[in-house]
Nanobody, 115 residues
Framework: QVQLVESGGGLVQPGGSLRLSCAASGLIFGNYAMRWYRQAPGKQRELVAAIGSDGSTNYADSVKGRFTISRDNAKNTVYLQMNSLKPEDTAVYYC?????????WGQGTQVTVSS
């Protein structure tokens, strides 16, 4: 059974930082591309950052220079380091693991940026 479990969300002041983690089990982690998405109330889910099985990365324009995605294949975990957080970063953050024939989502973790 495949599981993706996000953690690290919470309440942070504008300008602060958080590091999200997504721990995977039940799959060969190194074979999967990993992505972070977010969904704010009343908005569509959007792609935030992605990292391929080869370590290549890409980011949404709104987070470039502030967020960093990384992965540790030995720990079956993908991370999202979020710096210089803004109120508009408030959302539920989800991780996703994909291969051509497989697609798995986590349950999400809430990030709230507010003073």
């Amino acid at each position: 059974q495949v599981q993706l479990v996000e953690s690290g969300g919470g309440l942070v002041q504008p300008g602060g930082s958080l590091r999200l983690s997504c721990a995977a089990s039940g799959l060969i982690f190194g074979n999967y591309a990993m992505r972070w998405y977010r969904q704010a109330p009343g908005k569509q889910r959007e792609l935030v950052a992605a990292i391929g099985s080869d370590g290549s990365t890409n980011y949404a324009d709104s987070v470039k220079g502030r967020f960093t995605i990384s992965r540790d294949n030995a720990k079956n975990t993908v991370y999202l380091q979020m710096n210089s957080l803004k109120p508009e970063d408030t959302a539920v953050y989800y991780c996703r693991a994909t291969r051509p024939v497989n697609d798995y989502w986590g349950q999400g973790t809430q990030v709230t940026v507010s003073s």
